[in-house]
């Protein structure tokens, strides 16, 4: 067994290629979701059923008691966390910020920051040193909004994503020497969900054009890398933002 996994947001998209890829690599995965109960318990007994260890847990990633309740949860049926991907994260309705309502602006804070604050928080409190933990590894799911900007679509989203550059920096430095590892990937286009429910549907084909490699990216695409940072072969790198856009 490669060790135990967290990955929030996990049902669906790039969450779900992680978790599935994770369970492959030999990792026991907690899958999180919010409200798409149907694909994470879907994902998590094709997993059992393939001989792996899963299951399926819903919790709001920004509320600190259902945050805290997953993780009693996480180490009653799986044990003492080794790798954590959050990968939960909103954009909100496509639009200029002088159309966008304050409090669809609020809730992509609160996930997107505050939810990967959350569940860090919980991750470092059981695999740090300090803690009597094993140690372990952090991966943040950011995005190339974060230096884009994403003028006319969704600037508060690439804002919280700058925010997760920045905390994933500060976090691997505050805990590399008791054995954490903190990293971030940063992926482009990539056919999710996300698009449609930002009310443009025909968004990833459009920009998916402008992509220097010419395409928009897959989800395993994503889910590749980021177990790559939580390999040994990477046991070297912590506080690095992994951008990977097709050169975007």
């Not at 159309?99 to 470092?124: D, F, H, Q, S």
């Not at 990937?185 to 402008?210: F, N, Q, S, W, Y």
């Amino acid at each position: 067994m490669t060790g135990v996994i967290l990955v929030t947001g996990g049902g669906r998209g790039i969450g779900a290629a992680t978790a599935r890829l994770a369970a492959k690599r030999g990792y026991a995965v907690c899958i999180n979701y919010a409200s798409a109960v149907e694909p994470a318990e879907t994902l998590a007994a094709e997993i059992r059923d393939r001989g792996g260890r899963a299951f399926a847990h819903r919790a709001d990633v920004a509320r600190e008691d259902e945050v805290e309740a997953m993780f009693a949860a996480l180490d009653r049926e799986l044990g003492p966390i080794t790798a954590l991907v959050n990968n939960a994260g909103l954009s909100g309705h496509i639009s200029r910020l002088d159309a966008a309502k304050p409090e669809a602006i609020r809730r992509v804070v609160e996930v997107n920051v505050m939810g990967v604050m959350l569940c860090a928080r919980e991750a470092v409190k059981r695999m740090s040193s300090l803690h009597g933990g094993a140690g372990g590894v952090i991966v943040n799911i950011s995005s190339v909004a974060a230096s884009l900007g994403n003028p006319g679509e969704y600037v508060w989203y690439a804002a919280t994503k700058g925010a997760v550059d920045s905390f994933t920096i500060g976090l691997a430095k505050e805990v590399a020497k008791e054995g954490i590892r903190v990293n971030a990937v940063a992926p482009g286009m990539v056919a999710t969900e996300i698009h449609a429910a930002g009310g443009d549907a025909g968004r990833l084909e459009r920009v998916g054009k402008t992509v220097p490699l010419g395409r928009h990216g897959e989800v395993e695409e994503i889910a590749e890398p980021v177990l790559w940072l939580m390999s040994h072969e990477a046991r070297y790198i912590t506080g690095e933002i992994l951008r990977v856009s097709g050169g975007r």
